[in-house]
């Protein structure tokens, strides 16, 4: 229910999603694909817990999303100094 509405969903929506699914263990690679494809052009939205949560959640899951890991890191390497120790980790 929620793949058609993620381009309503606030950045932190998008990446608890995510992490919602991965934290169950829950098959979705249509909805990891479509929360990348919303996320990617609306990272600078995005705060340090954002990033921290939805590259774990992908990495958790085993999704293959390189182009948005790669936004991911462009996008939060000016901003490091936002991170705590542990959205830093779950980032890298």
Known sequence: EAQPRLGEFKPQALANTA???ATA???APQLF???AAEAQPRLREFNAQDFANTSW???T???PATE???AI???AQPRLGEFTAQALA???
């Open 33 to 35: 694909e479509s929360i």
């Open 25 to 27: 263990d829950v098959p």
């Open 68 to 70: 948005l890991f790669e």
């Open 61 to 63: 899951a085993a999704v």
């Open 73 to 75: 890191a462009a996008e």
């Open 57 to 59: 959640a992908f990495a």
């Open 19 to 21: 992490w919602a699914f």
């Open 90 to 92: 779950n980032t890298a």
